[in-house]
């Protein structure tokens, strides 16, 4: 970790700042290393970087999360060409506990850092630097592309969506690096757990990605924006005061382009780009949608992605943003925050921690309660080959798996570490019987039971 100079810990001041979400929600882990695969080879190897988050402190005013920016699930391979894999980022970001709304000029989305996940990965937006340069008629920016005008970063006229036309370079976890920045553009939530699956790269790859959907459950708190708003997953409450029950939160924007992308959806005359054809469809470019008001609806976002809403973490209410996704769990345009934010742009990266801080240490765990309560799903079953125990929602605590057979013998073991999903075990050599799967933590366990054949 970067040093930190005159950082120390004092005495807890105040019981409130030591309860706020924005302190107490990241995924802490001093000892677990990340990993990742390579092409061709669907064994992950140890990187040897702590995964999530190490330390957290705060002051009055601020938190601070030191982290190396490696999820605790396996990342890569990207098999678009891209040479990178995650690398240690050993970054020091600060959030306001205290976020304000923003009332005057609103501050776009750009490249790069627009967040961070509860694991210490960056949160990007849609862009991917790509856009159409209408003077050549061609894209810029990007590998392989010529400069864009204005250089990298700046706005053009059409700007490539990274979601759709990076497809086939997102791990199963749907992320990827950019110069070793592990980031997700999306809901870090594995393409194999939608309920139509759009890539097929976790059919090698294993991996599975911060939380896993839960529809009967509002979705976990999985990051902040750089404003110091709140980013849940996909589902909420149907109302902003908590009632109505649980809905899938449904993002504003709509697509409207015509075929000649001659106008915004709005009617603005622009610059043309390219024609909607099967290389530019309707959703390359960011401009192709437009937001629309769902009056009375109170399950659709307005313009950021976001409302002023209850959550389990927040009772009382707060700006949130959500990890929109469509009704098969794919990705829904502007998928986390955007196109610009709803509070002052206020966090950022240090160096050092320059004013007196308190360290916090979360000394909870899930209870027996939490454990009997959480979604648990043994696929397949019967098997006879690999079997995968998942775990629905977000898991927050290190989870031993153990396979057993009917006199309560383990068989084999495993650890769901905090922040992933999935365990699996190879039962090819296992004799055909009845076994079960327990699921445990200091605090309470349970069992599942399991054919292999």
């Not at 399950?299 to 809403?309: A, E, F, K």
């Not at 570490?417 to 605090?443: C, E, H, L, M, P």
Request: net charge negative; aromatic share 12%; charged share 15%.
């Amino acid at each position: 970790m970067k040093k930190k100079l005159f950082a120390f810990t004092m005495l807890l001041s105040s019981v409130t700042f030591s309860q706020s979400p924005v302190i107490t929600s990241w995924l802490q882990n001093t000892t677990n290393t990340g990993s990742y695969y390579t092409s061709g080879n669907s064994t992950a190897i140890n990187n040897g970087i702590l995964s999530n988050c190490q330390i957290v402190e705060y002051s009055t005013d601020w938190v601070y999360i030191s982290t190396h920016g490696i999820p605790a699930y396996p990342t890569g391979p990207f098999l678009d060409g891209n040479p990178s894999q995650a690398e240690d980022q050993d970054v020091i970001y600060r959030f306001p506990i205290t976020p304000t709304e923003n009332v005057g000029t609103l501050t776009e989305t750009g490249m790069g850092n627009i967040g961070v996940f509860i694991n210490g990965t960056s949160v990007f937006n849609y862009a991917d630097g790509v856009a159409w340069n209408t003077t050549t008629g061609s894209l810029c920016g990007g590998p392989g592309n010529p400069p864009c005008p204005g250089g990298m970063g700046a706005t053009q006229v059409w700007n490539r969506d990274a979601i759709p036309a990076e497809m086939g370079g997102f791990d199963c976890s749907k992320g990827h690096p950019a110069m070793g920045n592990y980031h997700h553009h999306q809901n870090p939530s594995a393409f194999k757990l939608d309920l139509t699956v759009l890539s097929t790269v976790c059919n090698l790859y294993d991996a599975e990605g911060l939380y896993a959907i839960d529809s009967m459950s509002h979705s976990p708190l999985i990051g902040y924006a750089y404003d110091g708003f709140p980013i849940y997953g996909a589902y909420g409450y149907k109302n902003t005061d908590g009632t109505g029950g649980i809905v899938r939160m449904k993002s504003g924007y709509e697509l409207a382009i015509g075929s000649d992308r001659d106008t915004y959806p709005d009617g603005t005359d622009v610059d043309d780009g390219p024609a909607v054809n099967a290389t530019y469809f309707a959703g390359y470019f960011r401009e192709d949608y437009q937001w629309m008001p769902h009056v009375g609806e109170s399950d659709y976002l307005d313009i950021h992605n976001g409302r002023v809403c209850v959550t389990p973490e927040y009772p009382n209410g707060i700006y949130c943003y959500f990890a929109t996704v469509d009704e098969n769990w794919n990705s829904a345009y502007p998928y986390m925050v955007g196109p610009t934010f709803y509070g002052n742009v206020v966090a950022s990266t240090v160096n050092n921690i320059t004013e007196s801080t308190t360290t916090y240490t979360s000394t909870t765990s899930l209870s027996e309660k939490d454990i009997q309560s959480m979604s648990v799903s043994i696929l397949p079953n019967p098997a006879s080959d690999l079997v995968a125990v998942q775990i629905g929602g977000l898991v927050t605590d290190d989870l031993q798996v153990a396979l057993m057979d009917i006199s309560g013998k383990i068989i084999l073991e495993t650890t769901i570490q905090k922040g992933s999903t999935i365990a699996y075990f190879d039962v090819a050599t296992i004799y055909s019987g009845t076994y079960f799967i327990r699921i445990s933590n200091k605090n309470g366990q349970r069992s599942k039971k399991i054919i292999i054949k």
